[in-house]
T-cell receptor, first 116, second 115 residues
Framework: RKEVEQDPGPFNVPEGATVAFNCTYS??????FFWYRQDCRKEPKLLMS???SGNEDGRFTAQLNRASQYISLLIRDSKLSDSATYLC?????????????????FGTGTQLKVEL | SAVISQKPSRDICQRGTSLTIQCQVD?????MFWYRQQPGQSLTLIAT?????????ESGFVIDKFPISRPNLTFSTLTVSNMSPEDSSIYLC????????????FGPGTRLTVT
């Protein structure tokens, strides 16, 4: 079983739609969770962190369910510019500034295509 | 966030040769990392580049194959040695600073093709 699993998609949605992605993780010791965005042929960029019961940033809402070991990302009023691959990222430790060991584990990503 | 550049942006290399990839940051950063992203797959951490000491490698990656240098707080290199077609991938460096090592910022990547 992969450490972090995501539905690869693609999710094709019309502009203005609401779309949700889920991500499951296998390591119950995971403490910190993130969503990154990766545009085609570009580097990943941090979209938002997910802490405790989740958080909201504009049109984006991330939620965490520790009991079921999954994270979700909800995008409301989707824009054409939201088209990208969304990467779920987990790590076993929280805020520890040490070398090595506390690595980020990336999912393979969910591709979103927002269409006119 | 820091501005990160990588050289080369892409290269096509022959089997058995080595390529050194450079990562330059416009400000001093605490931690630097090297990742690999193979076609259709997600990112895999190769190693953490430690300033002034040997890099910390993840399982499956060894120093002889991927030697790393980090002479100061703004620069690091990754060498892909004795390349084979299986090494064809995008190699990315990332940095973090401050108290949260998990908020990482990535360089644009180096697209490597081994023939």
């Amino acid at each position: 079983r992969k450490e972090v699993e995501q539905d690869p998609g693609p999710f094709n949605v019309p502009e203005g739609a609401t779309v949700a992605f889920n991500c499951t993780y296998s390591n119950s010791a995971s403490q910190s969770f993130f969503w990154y965005r990766q545009d085609c042929r570009k580097e990943p960029k941090l979209l938002m962190s997910v802490y405790s019961s989740g958080n909201e940033d504009g049109r984006f809402t991330a939620q965490l369910n520790r009991a079921s070991q999954y994270i979700s990302l909800l995008i409301r009023d989707s824009k054409l510019s939201d088209s990208a691959t969304y990467l779920c990222v987990v790590t076993p430790a929280r805020f520890i500034l040490t070398g090595g060991g506390n690595k980020l584990t990336f999912g393979t990503g969910t591709q979103l295509k927002v269409e006119l | 966030s820091a501005v990160i550049s990588q050289k080369p942006s892409r290269d096509i290399c022959q089997r058995g040769t080595s390529l050194t990839i450079q990562c330059q940051v416009d400000s001093q950063v605490t931690m630097m990392f090297w990742y690999r992203q193979q076609p259709g797959q997600s990112l895999t951490l190769i190693a953490t580049a430690n300033q002034g000491s040997e890099a910390t490698y993840e399982s499956g990656f060894v120093i002889d194959k991927f030697p790393i240098s980090r002479p100061n707080l703004t620069f690091s290199t990754l060498t892909v040695s004795n390349m084979s077609p299986e090494d064809s991938s995008i190699y990315l460096c990332s940095v973090s600073s401050g108290t949260s090592v998990y908020e990482q910022y990535f360089g644009p990547g180096t697209r490597l093709t081994v023939t």
